[in-house]
């Protein structure tokens, strides 16, 4: 017998909310003027923001995925094209294609291949041949105010707020999405194990681990309908 999935409908909108005042203030924090774009920021600054980035990505997914799945789903269609990162979507009202694309907020947490895993894992070990070779140069040793690219993140974000000012498109989006994974069990289950670190660990508060740990474990109740014939 299955148990029945748990329902956050109440709760839903206020962590969204939530979310949105969160990235709101992070934009703040970082200084983005209307064009929303730092090219680089210091590293130590890259690394915090790619943490806050973690936390909200992760929070906006699962209640994506919660109000996608609290009404029955639609009959699977076509699978899409693969498109870019930064692949546009055809404008709404018609008035041609856009010159550049909007990054596009990635709805599910598929676990790596073993091929992205084995790079992830050779660029790590890269970075650390470099650093031990400059521990005898303390000039060109990597420092925590060392300007670096910031286009992934700044792409991540837009394709955050992207998804925080238009709800219901993500969600029409998600549920087809879902629909697509409830007919094709080769397919793999959009919500992740676990959340990641960031959204765990001791640097956030008692109520905001338990929230994200509230939304994990609701959306992880849902799972078996999608993996149910």
Avoid at 173 to 200: G, H, M
């Amino acid at each position: 017998m299955m148990i029945p999935p748990v329902r956050l409908s109440t709760s839903l909108g206020l962590a969204w909310a939530y979310a949105g005042q969160q990235a709101a203030a992070l934009a703040t924090k970082l200084g983005l003027g209307p064009l929303g774009v730092r090219a680089f920021l210091p590293r130590a600054v890259c690394r915090a923001v790619d943490a806050e980035l973690k936390r909200l990505e992760t929070m906006v997914r699962r209640i994506l995925f919660l109000t996608a799945m609290e009404t029955p789903l639609p009959e699977a269609g076509p699978a899409p094209q693969r498109k870019g990162v930064c692949q546009a979507a055809p404008p709404a009202d018609g008035a041609g294609p856009r010159v550049f694309g909007l990054p596009v907020f990635r709805l599910t947490e598929a676990s790596l291949s073993p091929a992205k895993k084995a790079s992830r894992l050779a660029a790590r070990l890269a970075a650390r041949a470099r650093y031990e070779g400059a521990r005898s140069d303390p000039e060109a040793r990597p420092g925590p105010q060392d300007l670096v690219p910031a286009k992934r993140l700044m792409n991540r974000f837009a394709a955050l707020e992207q998804a925080l000012c238009d709800p219901e498109a993500q969600v029409a989006r998600f549920r087809r999405t879902l629909a697509r994974i409830r007919a094709d069990k080769s397919l793999p289950l959009p919500v992740a194990n676990e959340p990641p670190a960031a959204c765990t660990g001791r640097q956030n508060t008692p109520v905001l681990r338990e929230l994200f740990w509230t939304l994990h474990d609701a959306a992880l109740s849902w799972l078996p309908i999608l993996d149910s014939s």
